[in-house]
C-alpha cells in the first residue's frame, strides 16, 4: 500500500502565513538520507576546503544533492505552501564548524536573490542538532508581512561574516528574535521576506545545516539582472513539482565553468567513463540535449524541444529552439520522455504496439490515466548506461516523427552513454 504523502497541520500552514516560517512537528528526514548528506558534504570539502564553513552554490559543485530535493515529504511540505507547481533553483551548506563557523548576519535573501516575482520558500535542514549554543537560525517573526526587501548595509569585512549584507537594524526589533532549535533531520521553512540569521559559533560542536531554495512555477528564474547577479544567474534551475506556470524558465542551464568558479567538478556530479555512477548526470542530460538540437540544425529541420528526465520522471534538461512553439512542443517533448520510463521502450515501439484497433481503447485509457502525459508516437527514447540498466529518457517534439526521433538517438549517443533504439534511416 502507498504511504500517505507528509501533511502540514492547518495550524503549521496558517503560521508559514502568519509568522513566515515555520517548523514541521510530524517530519524528520530519516537517517538514510542524512547519512548521504553527510558523505556527499565530507567529499565536497576534501576537495574544495574553502566551502568548510559556507559553501553558496551545491548543485554545480555535486548533483547527488538534488536527491535530497526529492525526498517526498519535503516536496509535499513546500506545495502546500506556494502551491503544486516548484522548481528548485539552488541549495546551499552552512557548515558552522565548532569554534569557527562565522555570524550569518541578519538578511532577507531576496536581497541576493534573481527570482522575479521575488516568491521562494527555503527548506533549512538540520544535519547536527542546532540550538543556541552552536549558532541556530533566529528569525523575526511576521518581518515578511510587508512583502518588501529593507535597506541592507554591506559589510566589507568578511573574515567573521558568512554573508556580507545585513538588514539595516532600524528597520526591525532585534529582541523579538526566535531561536529555532533543530534535531538532526529536523526541518524549518521560510519566507523570501522573513528576516533571518544567527550568531557564530564558538561551542566544540558543529552546526551543519542545508538549504533547499524552491520557487513557485508563477515566477522566473530571472537571467539578465545585470551586474552584482553574474554568478547566482547561472544556476541550474529544477522543476520539481507540476509544470512552469510562467513559461519562461530555462530549465538547468548548465554554466560555462560548471562548478562556477572554474575547477573540476567533484563527486558524483563530475563525469565518469560509461556512466560509471550509475545514474543520469546533470553534465550527461545536458549534453544530449546539446547533441540533439546539433542534429536538428545540422540537418535544416524544424525546431524543436528537448527534454531529459531522470529515472523518477523529474525533469533534469529542458531546451527549447528559437522559433519551436512553446505552447504545447515542450509539453509532447516531456510526454514522450515519461512514456520511454514508463514502458521501458521508445515512444514509437509504445505507437506500433496499441496500433491495432483491438488495443486503442487501451491505449485511450492510458492517456487518460496519465494526465496526458502519455505519448506513444516517435521522439522520445530511454537512456541507458553501460551495464545496461535505465538511467532517464530523452523526448524530442517539433520536426517530424522520424527526425525527432533521429535527433533523440544521436543526442544519447553524443554524451558517451546509449539507448536500445537504432537511428531510423531518412
Known amino acids: 500500500m502507498a504511504t500517505a504523502p507528509f501533511q502540514l497541520t492547518a495550524a503549521e500552514v496558517a503560521q508559514y502565513h502568519r509568522d513566515g516560517y515555520v517548523i514541521p512537528s510530524g517530519f524528520r528526514l530519516p537517517q538514510s538520507p542524512l547519512d548521504r548528506i553527510v558523505q556527499a558534504h565530507n567529499a565536497l570539502l576534501e576537495a574544495r576546503p574553502e566551502f568548510s564553513d559556507y559553501c553558496p552554490h551545491l ?9 535530497v530535493a526529492k525526498e517526498p515529504g519535503l516536496v509535499s511540505a513546500v506545495t502546500q505552501l ?51 549554543g552552536n549558532g541556530c537560525l533566529k528569525v523575526i517573526p511576521g518581518s515578511h508581512k510587508e512583502r518588501r526587501l529593507y535597506k541592507h548595509i554591506k559589510h566589507a569585512d568578511t573574515k567573521k561574516l558568512a554573508l556580507t549584507q545585513e538588514t539595516d537594524p532600524a528597520a526591525f526589533d532585534k529582541s523579538t528574535a526566535v531561536d529555532l532549535v533543530l534535531e538532526p533531520g529536523q526541518i524549518s521553512l521560510h519566507d523570501v521576506y522573513l528576516i533571518h540569521g544567527s550568531e557564530a559559533n564558538t561551542s566544540g560542536e558543529s552546526r551543519r545545516g542545508m538549504t533547499l531554495r524552491f520557487m513557485p512555477t508563477t515566477s522566473q528564474y530571472y537571467r539578465h539582472l545585470g551586474p552584482g547577479f553574474s554568478t547566482i544567474s547561472r544556476l541550474p534551475v529544477f522543476l520539481i513539482s507540476g509544470v512552469d506556470r510562467h513559461g519562461g524558465n530555462d530549465f538547468a542551464l548548465m554554466p560555462k565553468d560548471p562548478d562556477l568558479s572554474g575547477a573540476p567538478q567533484t563527486g558524483s556530479a563530475a563525469a565518469a567513463p560509461g556512466n560509471a555512477h550509475g545514474y543520469l548526470s546533470f553534465r550527461e542530460a545536458n549534453t544530449i540535449a546539446d547533441g540533439a538540437i546539433d542534429v536538428c540544425q545540422s540537418k535544416g529541420f524544424r525546431p524543436i524541444t528537448v527534454c531529459v528526465v531522470d529515472t523518477a520522471g523529474h525533469v ?14 515542450p509539453k509532447f517533448a516531456r510526454a514522450k520522455a515519461l512514456t520511454c520510463l514508463a514502458m521501458k521502450q521508445s515512444s514509437r515501439a509504445i505507437g506500433n504496439k496499441y496500433a491495432s484497433p483491438a488495443k486503442a481503447a487501451q491505449l485511450t485509457s492510458m492517456v487518460s490515466i496519465t494526465g496526458g502525459t502519455f505519448a506513444a508516437f516517435p521522439g522520445g527514447v530511454p537512456i541507458t548506461a553501460s551495464n545496461g540498466k535505465i538511467v532517464g529518457a530523452v523526448g524530442v517534439s517539433g520536426a517530424s516523427a522520424d527526425q525527432d526521433e533521429l535527433c533523440a538517438v544521436l543526442g544519447v549517443h553524443r554524451s558517451g552513454l546509449s539507448t536500445p533504439v537504432p537511428a531510423p534511416s531518412l
Open 59 to 67: 548543485l554545480p559543485l555535486d548533483l547527488s544533492f538534488l536527491n
Open 82 to 132: 506556494i502551491g503544486e507547481d516548484v522548481a528548485l533553483w539552488n541549495s546551499s551548506f552552512f557548515a558552522k564548524p565548532a569554534k569557527t563557523g562565522r555570524r550569518v548576519p541578519f538578511h532577507q535573501d531576496g536581497q541576493y536573490w534573481c527570482v522575479r516575482p521575488l516568491a521562494t520558500c527555503t527548506v533549512w535542514i538540520a544535519i547536527d542538532r542546532s540550538h543556541a
Open 316 to 329: 533534469v534538461v529542458l531546451k527549447r529552439m528559437d522559433g519551436c512553439s512553446p505552447i504545447a512542443i
